[in-house]
């Protein structure tokens, strides 16, 4: 599934097709895997605002 494209006005809609995506890429895994996939985007989002509030400064 390819990842969905984003309104710039961010609706419902978007949340929708998120989650379904997000389903689809996790759906076949186990939990490690699954916790693997979520720690390592959620780790890489915690770098990009400690990034943006290093700029900031």
């Not at 390819?2 to 998120?18: A, G, M, Q, V, Y």
């Not at 759906?27 to 290093?54: C, S, V």
Request: net charge negative.
């Amino acid at each position: 599934m390819e990842k969905p494209i984003l309104s710039p006005n961010f609706t419902l809609e978007d949340i929708h097709r998120l989650r379904e995506y997000n389903y689809e890429m996790t759906k076949n895994m186990t939990d490690q895997e699954r916790m693997d996939y979520y720690n390592k985007a959620g780790r890489a989002f915690q770098r990009e605002i400690d990034e943006t509030r290093l700029q900031e400064v």
